[in-house]
Antibody, heavy 119, light 106 residues
Framework: QVQLQQSGPGLVQPSQTLSLTCAISGDSVSTNSAAWNWIRQSPSRGLEWLGRTYYRSKWYKEYAESVRSRININPDTSRNQFSLQVNSVTPEDTAMYYC?????????WGQGTLVTVSS | DIQMTQSPSSLSASIGDRVTITCQASQDISNYLNWYQQKPGKAPKLLISGASNLETGVPSRFSGSGSETAFTFTINSLQPEDIATYYCQHFYNLPYTFGQGTKLEI
């Protein structure tokens, strides 16, 4: 059974960097059959796909245009996890953040991390 | 970006009712459409992939149909544990986008 365990701070100051990690068990971040995604959810924006990373003989990273200039999603093969960084955050980045596996559908999700951007 | 429009945004039903939710895509997405259930405080759960394929372990009272731009999600004989918010999501191209959700209440 695949499990995704999220970690990271719940409070980030404006203009700083939001950093979250998603540890994978029951699958490999290097698998050729899945992609590893970050999604956020807020009352104002609903469910918003942020980006993904996946391995198909080499690593790929794809991001939503709305955050492309501020986001990085990185795989960590040594720890079998992947991470999210969002730079220069504002209060509009306040949301519940989820990691999720995509294998034809977002079939396994992390537990979610509520990130509040506030001083 | 492809826009996904769900209706209704909320729905009141009784136990045993048949419930139908629709999702309209702003362009042809073939059958690249998933349905999720989200309960308060929980992550979304994938119920149906590829418009009509029931995920393993999901009760058969849930079903999905449609193609191109028009999709339907149905719960036959609503059960108390089905009270949740339901979302459609396309995976035709990037960025994936979700409908705004349908909140199902008793």
């Amino acid at each position: 059974q695949v499990q995704l365990q999220q970690s990271g701070p719940g409070l980030v100051q404006p203009s700083q960097t939001l950093s979250l990690t998603c540890a994978i068990s029951g699958d490999s971040v290097s698998t050729n059959s899945a992609a590893w995604n970050w999604i956020r959810q807020s009352p104002s924006r609903g469910l918003e796909w942020l980006g993904r990373t996946y391995y198909r003989s080499k690593w790929y990273k794809e991001y939503a245009e709305s955050v492309r200039s501020r986001i990085n999603i990185n795989p960590d093969t040594s720890r079998n996890q992947f991470s999210l960084q969002v730079n220069s955050v504002t209060p509009e980045d306040t949301a519940m953040y989820y990691c999720a596996r995509d294998e034809g559908g977002l079939d396994f999700w992390g537990q979610g991390t509520l990130v509040t951007v506030s001083s | 970006d492809i826009q996904m429009t769900q209706s209704p945004s909320s729905l009141s039903a009784s136990i045993g009712d048949r419930v139908t939710i629709t999702c309209q895509a702003s362009q042809d997405i073939s059958n690249y459409l998933n349905w999720y259930q989200q309960k308060p405080g929980k992550a979304p759960k994938l119920l149906i992939s590829g418009a009509s394929n029931l995920e393993t372990g999901v009760p058969s009272r849930f079903s999905g149909s449609g193609s191109e731009t028009a999709f339907t999600f149905t719960i036959n004989s609503l059960q108390p544990e089905d009270i949740a918010t339901y979302y459609c999501q396309h995976f035709y191209n990037l960025p994936y986008t979700f409908g705004q959700g349908t909140k199902l209440e008793i």
